[in-house]
């Protein structure tokens, strides 16, 4: 009886001071296939290579990526369809707000896990999303660090706004309420797709610019032509002996995440060069 007593009172303090799960096998890190760019680049950021089983094609287009295309090309990629999805048994599907209800249902029926994150409209929820990610990979600690980052690179700017206006391929102009209009907002510009009367995001005509150009063009022909020394449409090297027109990528547009920190050394760049 005392050589049970002994062993019950050896396991019960055993048991005491052993940490929480000792002797448990630790959990798998979720694999994850991303079907939307925005997501891959975070992903890039926060999750380990080997999670990552699969990102939307548009990271391999240089068009359209938010990551360099060396590191894009390292990972397999899909065009986002429930049959591809499915066939390589992910633990998490990431996407966008926009995915077809047909893929929804099949991932859905074939009880594939599928988040779906909004576009974000401001820094801070971009930041708040890249927390949500990293959480849901299991890497919430990297997702902090990145956000407090974001956050950083992105703090406001004091002094006079200047009148600026972002304009993408075929006219396409980010308006109120939306990140790039944060973005403009933090870096000292005023977003002047105001004074054309533009929507959220809407498409403000060559001919309606010339007539009434903002102080500062950040265009992203430009960019895609070569940058400042690149070639311009006829009509806009001659508006640039007017005005300032500067480069500006479409990827620095088109995603939030850590996209944004490039984004704003781009536009604290042009501000400051702006203000000479």
């Not at 599928?114 to 990297?142: F, K, M, N």
């Not at 200047?162 to 510009?189: C, E, H, M, Q, S």
Request: glycine share 10%.
């Amino acid at each position: 009886m005392a050589r049970y007593a002994g062993w019950m009172g050896g396991a019960m303090l055993a048991l005491a001071v052993a940490p929480p799960g000792a002797g448990a096998a630790p959990a798998r890190a979720p694999r994850i296939v991303s079907i939307n760019p925005c997501l891959d680049a975070i992903l890039m950021q926060v999750a380990d290579p080997a999670q990552i089983v699969a990102i939307s094609n548009y990271s391999q287009d240089s068009r359209a990526t938010s990551i360099p295309l060396a590191l894009a090309r390292r990972f397999r990629v899909t065009s986002g369809t429930a049959e591809e999805v499915v066939a390589l048994r992910p633990d998490l599907v990431v996407a966008g707000g926009h995915v077809a209800p047909a893929t929804v249902a099949a991932l859905a029926r074939l009880r594939v896990h599928l988040v779906q994150y909004p576009v974000p409209a401001t820094v801070e929820e971009s930041a708040q999303q890249v927390r949500d990610v990293a959480a849901a990979i299991g890497h919430a600690d990297r997702g902090r660090a990145l956000a407090a980052h974001i956050l950083a690179a992105a703090r406001p700017a004091t002094g006079v706004h200047v009148p600026a206006l972002i304009w993408g391929a075929g006219g396409l102009v980010p308006g109120g309420g939306t990140l790039p209009d944060d973005l403009l907002r933090r870096a000292g510009f005023g977003n002047a797709s105001t004074a054309y009367g533009l929507k959220r995001w809407d498409i403000l005509p060559l001919e309606y610019l010339v007539a009434r150009p903002p102080r500062v063009l950040l265009s992203v022909a430009a960019a895609e032509r070569g940058g400042e020394r690149g070639e311009r449409h006829p009509v806009l090297t001659r508006l640039a002996t007017r005005i300032t027109i500067a480069p500006f990528a479409a990827r620095l547009m088109n995603c939030g995440g850590p996209s944004i920190i490039a984004a704003m050394a781009r536009l604290r760049a042009v501000r400051a060069e702006v203000a000479r």
